[in-house]
């Protein structure tokens, strides 16, 4: 902790930190973090199964979980260390989550100094916004899963059995959530490039129609199954919040001041410069 401390103080005049210090205080970060999900794993490992029964619920309100006992949700496992490593994979999977706060924080504290003080409220901003969409989009994967199981078993002829790897089983789950998770992002994308001055409302506008269209052939490529359901619980919040983005767009830009935009020139057309005292910190 000590190096942490030193680390933000031996900064030159413009507040730029040495290589060496840099170096350090990244190490440092990278530790704090990495111990931090290790103790999240433990925790993960230790609240198995009511982990696991949370997880597997989804395949088991589907009718082809009681095929091979009746009455009784029944997962195979086709290796002797398929059990080890399921067990670990769900753990893992827990202490990123439980740990979240700390390396989030770590990755913020790192990367703050190098901000203006503008950028500083903004990605606070975007990062309080951006892991509750996650969980949003994580956790509408998990309530429409049933349904698209059902779907996909449902493809099978009636006469055969479905013999369920644990497995394959979580790979499909941490895959729907991972996708909804991410997917639940990409309209913020677009806030944070309009923010920054890359993305502009009028383009936004312009291609509109085309973005979606791509959502929809995106929902329907990314998820695992490629069903009408899936696809559709994808795309729909995507539009709705891709419509939210836009919005913002506009508010912000018909509020900012008319000195700020420059949207209408050319990329050779110079910009006119403003006398500043220097960039805040």
Known sequence: MALLKRSSQDRDP??????MEHLRELRNRLLIA???????????????DPVWSFIKE?????????QLRSGECTLTYGGIFQSFFLTLK??????VVVSSPVWLYQIWAFVT???????KRYSVAFLAIAIPLFLIGALLAYYIMDTSLAILLGFAPSDTVAVI??????????????????????????????VVGVLSHATVKKHRRTVVFLMFVFGAVITPGGDPITMMALAMPMIILYFAAELF????????????DFSHLSDDEASPLQEDSG???
């Open 14 to 19: 413009e507040g730029r930190m040495p290589l």
């Open 34 to 48: 990495t111990i931090a999900v290790v103790v999240g794993i433990i925790i993960g490992w230790i609240f198995f």
């Open 58 to 66: 989804p395949f088991c309100a589907t009718p082809q979980a009681h």
């Open 90 to 95: 769900v753990s893992a999977l827990v202490g």
């Open 113 to 119: 100094p190098a901000l203006y003080r503008n950028e």
């Open 165 to 194: 790897q644990i497995d394959e089983y979580v790979s499909y789950v941490l895959i729907m959530l991972v996708i909804f998770g991410v997917s639940f992002e990409l309209p913020l994308l677009l806030v944070f490039l309009n």
């Open 249 to 260: 767009m506009f508010l912000r830009e018909r509020r900012a001041p008319a000195g700020e």
């Open 279 to 281: 960039p805040e910190r």
